[in-house]
């Protein structure tokens, strides 16, 4: 018999996604941290609908003087403190470190990160789904075997500003976090919260 599949996970991205993506696509101080309408909110519901999240980010450069882990650390804890004070805890939170340059595998659009916290288990293609603003969040859904909904924050920074040579891939797309929680709530372990 094969493992069982992973159901109901949902990784989600975080800068232009659950906050607001600055101007030099950098949080770096607390007062860059900016929340998309209704986030929390929609989250939360998610999670009283049955689905569970894993954070994956590219934080170009982390670690290197331009972006020192301080810098980075106290907006990063702040977030995820204020979510899983309003009932949205994550079962990881995966970082990845590298620039574009480096075509890590670790790097979203590749899958490594991601596949590492499976380790060997697989996703179920009909519960699970990437969440992100990026073309490259399209991408790591395609590399995952999974569906992408993609959500397009007005007052965000466009993240495929930076990386305009990755062409689109196949996603569903949303101006706001209510609209996302109606598209999964059919699909979702509890039908009500
Ligand atoms: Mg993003």
């Known amino acids: 018999m094969s493992a069982p599949h992973v159901r109901h996970i949902l990784f989600l991205d975080r800068d232009g996604t659950i906050v607001r993506e ?6 770096d101080s607390l007062d860059k941290v900016e929340f998309l309408p209704q986030v929390a909110e929609s989250l939360a519901e ?3 609908l049955g689905y569970r999240f894993v954070l994956v980010s590219n934080q170009d450069g982390l670690g290197t003087p331009e972006f020192p882990y301080f810098r980075f650390d106290r907006p990063h804890r702040f977030i995820l403190t204020y979510l899983e004070w309003r009932g949205v805890p994550f079962e990881a939170v995966l970082i990845d470190y590298h620039k574009p340059e480096d075509q890590h595998p ?3 659009p590749n899958p490594g990160l991601v596949r590492r916290w499976l380790a060997g288990r697989e996703l ?6 990437v969440i992100g603003d990026r073309r490259t969040d399209a991408w790591l859904a ?19 500003r930076r990386s305009p040579e990755v062409p689109p891939a196949a996603t569903v797309p949303f101006t ?3 609209a996302i929680v109606e598209y999964l709530r059919p699909y979702a372990p509890h039908q009500s919260a």
């Open 22 to 27: 600055p101007e030099d696509f950098r949080i």
């Open 46 to 48: 998610l999670y009283r």
């Open 106 to 108: 670790d790097r979203k």
């Open 124 to 129: 179920d293609p009909s519960t699970c789904w």
């Open 142 to 160: 395609y590399n995952l075997g999974i569906g992408s909904l993609t959500i397009r924050d007005p007052h965000s920074a466009d993240g495929d």
């Open 176 to 178: 706001d976090w209510p």
